[in-house]
T-cell receptor, first 108, second 115 residues
Framework: DAKTTQPNSMESNEEEPVHLPCNHS???????IHWYRQLPSQGPEYVIH???SNVNNRMASLAIAEDRKSSTLILHRATLRDAAVYYC?????????FGQGTELSVKP | GAVVSQHPSRVICKSGTSVKIECRSL??????MFWYRQFPKQSLMLMAT?????????EQGVEKDKFLINHASLTLSTLTVTSAHPEDSSFYIC???????????FGSGTRLTVV
């Protein structure tokens, strides 16, 4: 199974941008890159996903490297509600294999 | 947006009994649903892929006779933990997606405590 590598934790200040990196060097050509976040005792929440091009939505932006071996989730202005564990996952034919994720803390 | 409803949100059962967890896609049809388990301070672990009208596909190391999955319709999948033991206590989460290339929606999870 293709795997992703993320830093265990990151810290951000409120209202500042946050860049969450993810390495997926063994990605296959048809694997989508997904990002989800999870609050304690809740199911994961979809954030964004993409295949090759950069993507933007109301929650975040996803920057995908040209070789697709890494990607970065960008939260443009972090809020206290963005504090969560963020998972970068490869969609391999519908099967999502979760790594350990990055625990993001946001300081007021 | 797509909604996946999971029930119950928490359940306590006695050792040796069985517990059924339901996962429903409320506004879309899901031919495939996924079941995960999450222990405290750990990531989600995929248990099985539930396919409508056919047998579930279990991940390596997951006992299919212990974790019975039924996907009888395009909007409902159930996970039954049979003969539950304290080590089965965990957070169980289901997910579904309309089709590949779209995001997946997760249920809110079920906290199972076996006493």
């Amino acid at each position: 199974d293709a795997k992703t590598t993320q830093p265990n934790s990151m810290e951000s200040n409120e209202e500042e941008p946050v860049h969450l990196p993810c390495n997926h060097s063994t990605i296959s050509g048809t694997d989508y890159i997904h990002w989800y976040r999870q609050l304690p005792s809740q199911g994961p929440e979809y954030v964004i996903h993409g295949l090759t091009s950069n993507v933007n939505n109301r929650m975040a932006s996803l920057a995908i490297a040209e070789d697709r071996k890494s990607s970065t989730l960008i939260l443009h202005r972090a809020t206290l509600r963005d504090a969560a564990v963020y998972y970068c996952i490869l969609d391999q034919g519908g099967k999502l294999i979760f790594g350990q994720g990055t625990e993001l803390s946001v300081k007021p | 947006g797509a909604v996946v409803s999971q029930h119950p949100s928490r359940v306590i059962c006695k050792s040796g009994t069985s517990v059924k967890i339901e996962c429903r896609s409320l506004d879309f049809q899901a031919t495939t649903m996924f079941w995960y388990r999450q222990f405290p301070k750990q990531s989600l672990m995929l248990m099985a892929t539930s396919n409508e009208g056919s047998k579930a596909t279990y991940e390596q190391g997951v006992e299919k006779d212990k974790f019975l999955i039924n996907h009888a319709s395009l909007t409902l999948s159930t996970l039954t933990v049979t003969s539950a033991h304290p080590e089965d206590s965990s957070f169980y989460i289901c997910s579904a997606g309309a089709s590949r290339g779209y995001g997946y929606t997760f249920g809110s999870g079920t906290r199972l405590t076996v006493v």
